[in-house]
């Protein structure tokens, strides 16, 4: 397999990390501790209400470890029991020491937690408060725990401990003495900046590759690895050591409740775009939908302030996107179909199986214990943290990987198009050549065929207008398909002069016997800007158009006059012309200027479909605005709006170039 090297690098990069991690959780236990908390135990209130002396006399469930309780209405009361014990190390002091052991550190984790309130037996009439929504002590300066100063007795004693949170209810309680305190700090704090710093590191990453190669894949991903990291680093409380001195207590616990709903926002809206290329079914749309949907409701409850509802619903779009895409790999895309037509410009089913089985679990160790699975490990309380970093290097793999493979069928697609339009040049240049070689050789035999016919036929004969009406029609067939090949190969190239419109009427209306019948109605002294050839071309196609189609004996009409155009000094110059129509042949003026479109009852007359397609067309060279309208008669006035001045070509106008 081709991107075996690539999986052989993530796989040793994941190895280095777990190692790395692993390395220094062992080192958590080993601090020597003079004081421990015996017999936990727990009690959930319900209410809220509950005071001390209620709480004393309540039925405590006992546990051990970690205590993961999930998402609680009121608060949670626990009860541990403080007593001393001897070390374990030689020539460490006992806790009647005085001289090492002044005070008892008394830690609470996570940070997250907003209210948190110690009722110790030794000190009955303080109570120290601490969490989330009170600004920190000088004793918890530079903590990533909460911390309370204990007095030291050489008896046991018992603790209460109350918790209301909006967060997850998930507690680890440890208590050490002064000396001991630093070491056991220093270790969780290198295993947490390990932990961030990946994070970081990741969201540089992604970053700096959405900016050295743009995709909105990668724009996405960038998004997400941001908004992981700031996640990590509330949950960590790193931006209460950031921003102690900036914002209240009350701001930094919001921060940290929109950081945990908008990284499961951004997560679903990347998984989205990463299954784009990949087409899925419509059920299968709807379900990453439906995510979507509760992902910005959980955003919304919290906006609201049903904070702890909104978390909830985010931990179960956690656990619900992950299984849903397992479903989509499965069933939710035509694999053979996705594979006929993009080839290799997707992964492979089986790739994204095994990731999205292994992001399966890695997050279901991460949720279930703030969903309240009884965890016994410290791992529980910064499981989402890892998950957030292991992921984070599968997609960037995977993103790294797909786009890969989209640049390459890119690259092969570009290939195979600039082939193709190499072809299409070629058989354009012979088409044309073709088509020079057919009109000059027709051109030759029409010219001699109507000299001859006028010299053998009285001027007078029917049958000799018919004729040289016909040879006329072939000449106009040829010019308008030489014209159609000019125009739709760029060839036709504006000249610009300044036109006296009378006379350019009047040679129009020369190339014509039949259009002599025409009333003009035209001031000698108009002038406008144009190109001349281009100018007379369209103006010919306008009345031989209107001759054409005309009712039998109406009269062909051209008005040309003055009008206000987009202001009082803006003037241009509106030729008409109208020919009468029968009542039942009116043509669709939304369709007129299409290519080779006829009326219903025009067949019966000769004619191309070319006239003024070929007029709209060159209207876009020399800044023309054309219009089509059916008048009582019915009559239909096609209208040319020329400019009068050479300024009036500037192509920002918007009303000169609005058909351009």
């Known amino acids: 397999m081709k991107s075996w090297p690539l999986w052989k690098g993530f796989l040793q990069a994941a190895w280095v990390f777990c190692i790395l991690v692993g390395s220094f959780w062992p080192t958590l236990g080993r601090a020597q501790v003079h004081w421990q908390l015996d017999s936990p135990g727990y009690l959930v209130d319900a209410t809220g209400d509950m005071r001390l002396a209620q709480a004393k006399l309540g039925q405590y469930t006992p546990f051990e470890g970690v205590l993961s309780k999930g998402y609680l209405s009121g608060a949670l009361w626990v009860r541990v029991t403080l007593k001393p014990v001897a070390s374990v190390a030689p020539k460490t002091a006992l806790p009647n020491d005085a001289s090492n052991t002044q005070h008892l550190t008394l830690l609470v984790h996570p940070t997250y937690l907003d209210d948190i309130e110690i009722h110790d037996e030794a000190t009955p009439d303080t109570v120290l408060r601490g969490g989330q929504l009170h600004a920190w002590s000088e004793v918890q300066s530079g903590a990533l725990a909460h911390v309370f100063m204990l007095k030291p007795v050489q008896t046991e004693r018992k603790l209460w401990i109350r918790i209301k949170t909006q967060t997850t209810y998930i507690l680890d309680v440890r208590v050490h003495d ?17 932990l961030t710093s990946s994070l970081l590191l990741l969201a540089l990453a992604a970053v700096f590759y959405a900016v050295a190669q743009p995709s909105r894949l990668m724009g996405m991903f960038a998004v997400k690895q941001i908004s992981a990291f700031f996640y990590g680093a509330c949950i960590l409380g790193y931006h209460r050591l950031v921003l102690v001195d900036s914002l209240s207590p009350e701001t930094l616990a919001l921060i940290t409740k929109w950081a945990i709903v908008l990284y499961a926002l951004f997560s679903v809206q990347f998984h989205w775009t990463f ?24 955003c919304a409850m919290v906006a609201v302030g049903w904070v702890s509802w909104g978390l909830l619903v985010n931990k179960l779009v956690a656990l619900y996107l992950p299984l849903w895409l397992m479903v989509m790999l499965i069933w939710g895309i035509d694999w053979p179909q996705l594979n006929k037509v993009q080839g290799e410009a997707v992964l492979n089913q089986k ?20 969903l309240g699975l009884q965890v016994t490990s410290f791992f529980a309380l910064y499981a989402s943290m890892v998950h957030g970093a292991l992921t984070g290097v599968v997609l960037l793999f995977l993103v790294h990987r797909q786009l890969m493979l989209l640049s390459q069928h890119s690259l092969r697609l570009a290939v195979t198009t600039e082939k193709s339009l190499e072809l299409e040049r070629n058989h354009r240049e012979r088409q044309a050549q073709f088509l020079s070689m057919l009109t000059h050789e027709l051109r030759t035999p029409l010219s001699v065929l109507r000299l001859s016919l006028g010299t053998l036929m009285k001027s007078d004969s029917t049958a000799g207008r018919h004729a040289l009406t016909a040879i006329d029609d072939m000449n106009n067939l040829i010019n308008r398909c030489n014209q159609l090949d000019q125009l739709e190969q760029g060839k036709q190239v504006a000249q610009f002069t300044r036109v006296r419109l009378s006379e350019l009427i009047q040679d129009v209306l020369a190339k014509s016997p039949g259009f002599s019948h025409t009333l003009v109605q035209v001031d000698p002294e108009l002038f406008v800007w144009s190109d001349v050839v281009l100018l007379q071309t369209m103006l010919f196609n306008l009345v031989d158009n209107a001759y054409k189609y005309r009712k039998h004996e109406g009269v ?46 025009a067949h019966q007359t000769s004619g191309t479909g070319l006239g ?22 019915p009559e239909v006035v096609l209208s040319l709006i020329l400019p009068t001045e050479l300024s009036q070509l500037d192509p920002t106008d918007p009303r000169a170039v609005a058909d351009l």
């Open 612 to 633: 003024l397609y070929i007029v709209k067309g060159l209207s876009k060279l020399i800044g023309v605005h054309v219009t089509v309208s059916i008048e009582p008669g």
């Open 178 to 194: 002064n000396h001991e305190l630093g070491r056991e700090e220093q270790l969780q704090d290198l295993m947490l900046a390990v």
């Open 351 to 370: 790739v994204l199986l095994v990731v999205h089985g292994l992001m399966v679990v890695f997050l279901f160790m991460a949720t279930l214990p703030t």
């Open 556 to 601: 062909v009409r051209m008005v040309v006059r003055r009008e206000q155009w987009a202001g009082e000094r803006d003037e241009r110059i509106v030729l008409s012309v109208s020919n009468p129509l029968d009542a039942r042949s009116l043509p669709d003026p939304e369709r007129m200027f299409d290519k080779y479109y006829r009326a219903a009852s």
């Open 275 to 298: 299954f784009e290329p990949y087409h899925p079914r419509r059920w299968a749309k709807q379900g990453l939908m439906l995510a979507m949907a509760m992902a910005v409701l959980s």
